[in-house]
């Protein structure tokens, strides 16, 4: 596995970016535009959502702890059933959104219950709110398409978001890299 290169602040934030909202009504290209840049700028979407998680724990550290444990457990557990269990893989397979989903709402549950959401949230929403806007507003630019253009031609080398990204059943497409 390789470690995607980090971007500079200008192109990742600063002069060099460019920021539209996506047209809703062609979903496609805006799921493409979305995994292209996650893809692009996962070194950059990692630092920043450690920062902005480390600067929430900072504030709170025992609820956090919890909460993360907490997440830790029940993603841990449809790792290891969907690797150990032929059914749970084969649910995973058929239905990621909905597994992951219903996974996110048993961990909050079990947050909820210990008192610890309002910081979960924070900590560890607010990180990927983050990125997920970012990833659907940045438009890309010619280097980034042409890493879209590797990566589903399988040129390019497997990255953690490249896995993080295969684990939910999401894959890139190469119909809207123009």
């Not at 996506?22 to 290209?29: E, I, L």
């Not at 059914?87 to 597994?99: G, M, R, S, Y």
């Amino acid at each position: 596995m390789d470690i995607a290169p980090l971007r500079s602040m200008d192109e990742f934030l600063l002069k060099d970016s460019r920021f539209q909202v996506p047209d809703f009504n062609n979903v496609d290209k805006f799921f493409n535009r979305l995994v292209s840049n996650l893809l692009y700028y996962q070194t950059n979407y990692f630092l920043s959502a450690l920062i902005i998680f480390l600067l929430i724990g900072f504030l709170n550290p025992g609820k956090m702890l919890v909460g993360i444990l907490v997440m830790c457990a029940k993603f841990g557990l449809l790792y290891y059933l969907s690797n150990k269990q032929a059914q749970v893989k084969t649910v995973k397979k058929e239905h990621p959104t909905l597994v992951m989903l219903a996974t996110f709402c048993a961990g909050y549950f079990f947050i909820y219950q210990s008192g610890c959401i309002l910081v979960f949230l924070m900590g560890v929403m607010l990180p990927i709110v983050f990125v997920i806007v970012h990833a659907s507003l940045r438009l890309r630019n010619l280097k980034n398409k042409i890493a879209s253009v590797a990566g589903v031609t399988g040129v390019a080398k497997k990255t953690p978001m490249a896995l993080i990204l295969d684990e939910w059943g999401i894959e890139p497409d190469m119909k809207y890299i123009s």
